[in-house]
């Protein structure tokens, strides 16, 4: 390693191949046990495809997600932050909307929901022209990729944030989910007597040179399993207050009731933009 040109990758296999061989000491690990576990690897690379990523799946079942995330924000870790896991369910190119409009684009039943967000930088200064793409399960907790009831990039939209830093659209209030357990990380839980719920969210990506590109989830608390999250990514941060309304909507009369609202902040950190590399396609 001592050869290695690149002074980062240096210490990072250094202490990679230091840990792992202190890994193999401390459990002892068996010649069988060994064979399993290069065949566990390479069948989560071969499970992973255009529309799965079960490495992902598997990084934030083990908590390595949310550590990495909680590590390069908020004051390299020292404070509170609304970045989040972005998840293995992102798409490049969702498609543009306007401010107030809807991003049902197929017949999904279920509660309305009112987002209205507000980006701002650590100061509390309003971030504007911030491109805002946001998405989420539908209330029966499939997102479109996976359900074929649904059109091409249903529950899914690109805002851009006004004068005031604000952004606001339309939906139908999501719910919790298993994550898929047909593979390698279905196998661990079951090992591990734990149960596969991520509690309901909406995800969002903010991008605005200048600043760290945002990745983040903003969590219902009133989910059942908001508590033990098999991806570990909830934080008191990242909690929303989804209000349930049991009288008309008096932005959309033609609502049914009851409907839900919800007003979340963003804090931006100052950064390079750059967009992660998408999970699926």
């Known amino acids: 390693m001592e050869r290695t040109r690149d002074p980062r990758l240096r210490e990072i296999m250094i202490s990679l191949v230091r ?15 060994f064979r399993n576990a290069t065949a566990i690897l390479n069948e989560i690379g071969k499970l992973t495809s255009e529309t799965h990523n079960e490495a992902v799946l598997m990084a934030g079942s083990l908590g390595i997600s949310a550590l990495v995330c909680l590590l390069n924000n908020g004051d390299n870790g020292a404070t509170e932050t609304t970045q989040s896991l972005l998840g293995p369910f992102w798409r490049m ?3 543009r ?3 107030g409009t809807s991003i049902v684009r197929s017949p999904t039943p279920g509660e309305p929901l009112f987002v209205s967000g507000h980006v701002v930088d650590r100061t509390g200064r309003a971030v504007a022209e911030a491109e805002v793409d946001v998405w989420h399960s539908s209330p029966v907790g499939l997102y479109e ?23 606001w659209f339309s939906t139908v209030k999501m719910v919790g989910y298993p994550i898929p357990t047909d593979g390698v990380v279905g196998r661990l839980l079951e090992a591990q007597n734990r149960h596969p719920y991520r509690p309901a969210h909406l995800h969002a990506l903010i991008f605005k040179p200048g600043f760290k590109t945002l990745i983040s989830q903003v969590y219902d608390p009133a989910d059942p399993n908001i508590d033990t999250d098999v991806q570990f990514g909830v934080t008191r941060a990242l909690m929303g ?19 839900y609202s919800l007003d979340f902040t963003f804090v931006m950190e100052p950064g390079e933009a750059v967009l992660p590399r998408p999970p699926i396609k």
């Open 19 to 33: 840990h792992l061989h202190a890994f193999v000491r401390d459990v002892r690990l068996t010649e069988p046990e």
């Open 93 to 95: 190119n969702s498609p």
């Open 97 to 99: 909307a306007d401010n």
């Open 145 to 167: 990729n996976q359900d074929s009831g649904q059109v091409d990039m249903n529950l899914r939209g690109k805002f851009t944030t006004n004068a005031e830093g604000r952004f």
């Open 241 to 259: 207050d989804y209000v349930r309304h049991e009288e008309p909507s008096p932005g959309d009369p033609a609502a049914t009731t009851p409907w």
